[in-house]
C-alpha cells in the first residue's frame, strides 16, 4: 500500500485548503484511512477518519465543524477539506491506513502512512 498527500500550503487565519491522498495497491473497500498531524516538539496527533465502508467520520474536537473527511472510491483518495483554519492548525498532515473496519485513534494503530504535506497558517 502507497500514499501520496498533497495539498499543503500557506493560508491566512480564516482561509481554507484542501488536503488530498491517494492510495494504491489496494481496493479502497478493504482499507479506512485517517489524517494525523504533527507540530514540531509535539507528538503526532489524530486530526480525522473515514472507514472503510459506509463513510463512518470522526474527528479530533478542535477541528470539529471546520474540517471535513471524505472519499471518492473511484479514484481511491481521501480528502480532508480544512475551512476556518487557525494558527494552530499549522503542522505537517500525514495520511494514514489500515485493513480494520475503523481504527483506534492512536497513530500506532495505523500500519500504511503517506509522506507529509505541511500546512501553516499565518495569524
Known amino acids: 500500500v502507497q500514499l501520496q498527500a498533497s495539498g499543503g500550503g500557506l493560508v491566512q487565519a480564516g482561509g481554507s485548503l484542501r488536503l488530498s491522498c491517494v492510495a494504491s495497491?489496494?481496493?479502497?473497500?478493504?482499507?479506512?484511512m485517517a489524517w494525523f498531524r504533527q507540530s514540531p516538539g509535539k507528538e503526532r496527533e489524530f486530526v480525522a477518519r473515514?472507514?472503510?465502508?459506509?463513510?463512518?467520520?470522526d474527528y479530533v474536537d478542535s477541528v470539529k465543524g471546520r474540517f471535513t473527511v471524505s472519499r471518492e472510491y473511484a479514484t481511491n483518495t481521501m480528502h480532508l477539506q480544512m475551512n476556518d483554519l487557525k494558527p494552530e492548525d499549522t503542522a505537517v498532515y500525514y495520511c494514514?491506513?489500515?485493513?480494520?473496519?475503523?481504527?483506534?485513534?492512536?497513530?500506532?494503530?495505523?500500519?500504511?502512512w503517506g509522506q507529509g504535506t505541511e500546512v501553516t497558517v499565518s495569524s
Open positions: 473515514i472507514s472503510r465502508i459506509q463513510g463512518r467520520t
Open positions: 494514514a491506513a489500515d485493513r480494520a473496519p475503523f481504527p483506534a485513534t492512536g497513530p500506532t494503530t495505523w500500519n500504511y
Open positions: 495497491g489496494i481496493h479502497p473497500s478493504l482499507v479506512s
